[in-house]
């Protein structure tokens, strides 16, 4: 480096400033605030480019944001706390000619407490809700199964029971159930308990088929668990057993790798401080593009060390110095006189502000929704590096309109 240059230091913190009375201080979203100091400009001097040269952020995102905190102001329903399983048993009788359907209490639906969950907490939080179903409705102890396997780093969904045609011996099957309908549709790119369990490439390589493809009570046509040994045929039953085409039936389903986190990453934009690019921002969000992006920032460790849970399974703060900093033009007829950060989530939303209530403090009353105040997530803070210009006249074309 040929020149000198200045730090430019700003926190989350700043957000808040003034004397508590009425009137007297400013407040701002922890994931949308914009800066000014009082008294003139925050960096002031003839200035080429800025770059971000570090970041402290305490991640404290939780893996699921529970829909249950929907009404709470400041909580943005995330909808990646439920998930949707359908438990159904098949009966022969009268020499396997017969075919008796149950529907085993209807479509269980799952809804998660918000919290942070290990891979192996997730399975048990699944596998308590289908004890409690089985167990209702005379379904033996284990039939359904849900593990976390450390080796592959994946949530294996078992059907342990064996297909047995013989009269009045019940046979069970599990559903991964998913809307086709209505307003909770799930949209790949978008928050869902089905990704956050690594079950999005299934869904999309196996969609459900409607419900007139799989004649099972509660069916959607998605994927099905199967008793071990079943035939997949018609039969002489009336009706006849269910047939599902390849890649629809399966005696055990081994999820992609579980990685705990809420998101891959945080974008972290200032449209005032990219306003003199020309060159614009892109990436392959699908939902939403930002073109004033200051940096990545990935919910990851920076050494590649064996982890047990995943990192982001639970709160951690991540510090990182950037090697390959972006550099963001500026113009020497202008000083910084603002600086505004915004937060997005890997999904193209702003990274919630509010975690929800997390039921691993015991929670007496059962306070949801506006009995319980919610905090936001602990100040970040960057440094930034600002390069002082080597030439101090400006050509007039340089001199760029500012929006900020």
């Given amino acids: 480096m040929n020149h000198s240059n200045a730090t430019m230091a700003s926190s989350s913190f700043d957000r808040t400033s003034g004397q508590v009375s009425v009137g007297g201080y400013t407040n701002q979203p922890y994931n949308n605030f914009r800066v000014q100091t009082q008294g003139g400009a925050i960096v002031q001097g003839q200035l080429a480019k800025i770059r971000v040269a570090e970041i402290l952020f305490p991640y404290a995102t939780p ?3 529970s829909a249950i905190n929907a009404s709470t102001p400041g909580i943005r329903n995330a909808a990646n706390s439920t998930l949707l399983l359908s438990m159904s048993s098949v009966t022969l009788s009268v020499g396997g000619t017969v075919r008796t359907d149950s529907a085993l209490g209807g479509v269980l639906l799952i809804n998660l407490p918000t919290g942070f969950y290990t891979g192996t907490e997730m399975a048990a939080a699944i596998q308590t809700a289908l004890n409690t179903r089985m167990a209702a409705q005379g379904v033996p102890a284990g039939t359904f199964t849900v593990a976390y396997d450390a080796g592959s780093g994946s949530i294996v969904w078992q059907n342990t029971s064996a297909w047995n045609g013989a009269d009045g011996t019940a046979n069970y ?3 991964f159930t998913v809307t086709t309908g209505g307003a909770n549709v799930p949209n790949f790119s978008q928050p869902n308990l089905l990704w956050n369990l690594g079950l999005r490439d299934m869904i ?5 088929r409607g419900a007139t493809a799989n004649p099972l009570p509660n069916s959607n046509g998605g994927v099905t668990l199967v008793p071990s040994g079943y035939p997949n045929t ?16 399966y005696g055990a389903v081994n999820g992609s790798t ?10 972290i934009c200032s449209p005032t401080l990219c306003q003199a690019q020309n060159v614009r921002d892109g990436n392959t969000n699908q939902f939403s593009i930002h073109r004033d992006l200051i940096c990545r920032l990935y919910i990851a460790n920076e050494v590649s060390l064996f982890q047990t849970d995943p990192t982001g399974t639970r709160p951690f703060t991540i510090h990182r110095q950037f090697k390959n900093a972006k550099v963001m033009k500026w113009t020497v007829d202008r000083s910084i006189d603002a600086i505004d950060i915004q937060l997005y989530d890997q999904f193209g939303n702003p990274l919630p502000t509010l975690p929800g209530y997390i039921d691993s403090v015991t929670n007496t ?3 949801r929704g506006d009995a319980v105040y919610q905090g936001q997530g602990a100040d970040f803070a960057l440094t930034f590096l600002v390069d002082e ?7 007039a074309s340089e001199n760029i309109g500012y929006r900020y």
């Fill in 63 to 65: 893996t699921v944001i």
């Fill in 204 to 208: 999309a390589t196996y969609p459900p």
């Fill in 173 to 175: 099957f599990l559903e």
């Fill in 258 to 267: 579980y990685t705990g986190a809420y998101t891959q990453y945080i974008d």
């Fill in 234 to 249: 018609a039969g002489a039953s009336v009706p006849p057993l269910p047939v599902f085409p390849a890649g629809y039936s």
């Fill in 389 to 395: 210009n080597t030439v101090e006249l400006v050509p």
């Fill in 365 to 367: 009353n059962g306070y």
